[in-house]
């Protein structure tokens, strides 16, 4: 097979077929916390991998629906979610066509992953005015930590990018942090509300 045809649900099943079947997986703290004080409605979590925070979100109560384009991980993580008895609606979709049912989420969330191109306008659509989104992934000061398996810049945040993919929402927080074990930019935003 040709290396350069590969599609991301190839690459990413290919990933998830070699892994262990988790049975416990820990959510993001940075997502608990900020979760913590909102209350429960609907979220939707994009690249959502194995699930763990869709399946955290599902326990308190939010009624989730969680994206990727790795039927193999979402096999995984519907597993993993019925093992520690959590309700997820799992869609297997690639981001590049995903369409998100319209102004509907209270709660957007995305970790460890970045496509600048079609992410913000899916994001702006999929949140309800008032509605939050939650966004961790990797910065360029990541490529160059000894432990990091990352090499493709092209998926690492330069210096303040974040905020400036979503013009449309408002910034509540924003931070670029070197953690025990990745550098990672966080942001905390809200689609204004109709009478903002
Ligand atoms: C680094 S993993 C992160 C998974 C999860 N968010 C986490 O933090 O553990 C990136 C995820 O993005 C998914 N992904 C890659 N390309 C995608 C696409 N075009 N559409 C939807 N999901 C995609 C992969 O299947 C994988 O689960």
Redesign the pocket.
């Known amino acids: 097979m040709n290396v350069l045809s590969i599609t991301?649900r190839e690459r990413?099943d290919a990933k998830y077929a070699a892994r262990f079947r988790p049975t416990q997986l820990a959510p993001d703290e940075w997502l608990m916390a900020e979760v913590a004080p909102l209350p429960c409605g609907r979220a939707l979590e994009l690249?959502?991998?194995?699930g763990?925070n869709s399946i955290w979100l599902a326990r308190q109560g939010w009624k989730v629906d969680a994206?990727?384009?790795?039927p193999i991980?979402l096999s995984l993580a519907a597993e993993l979610a019925s093992a520690n008895g959590a309700a997820v609606n799992w869609i297997a979709?690639?981001?590049?066509q995903f369409v998100p049912h319209i102004e509907t989420y209270d709660l957007v969330c995305v970790?460890?992953?970045l496509?600048r191109v079609r992410l913000p306008a899916i994001i702006e659509q999929a949140l309800r005015p008032g509605g939050r989104l939650l966004y961790e992934t990797f910065t360029t000061a990541n490529l160059a930590r000894p432990e990091s398996h990352m090499t493709n810049s092209d998926f690492a945040l330069t210096a303040n990018e974040l905020p400036r993919l979503f013009p449309n929402l408002r910034t509540i927080s924003y931070a670029e942090c070197d953690l025990a074990d990745r550098s990672v930019a966080r942001f905390v935003a809200e689609r204004p509300a109709l009478d903002d």
């Open positions: 991301d990413w690249a959502c991998g194995l763990h994206v990727d384009v790795s991980g979709a690639d981001l590049d970790f460890r992953f496509d």
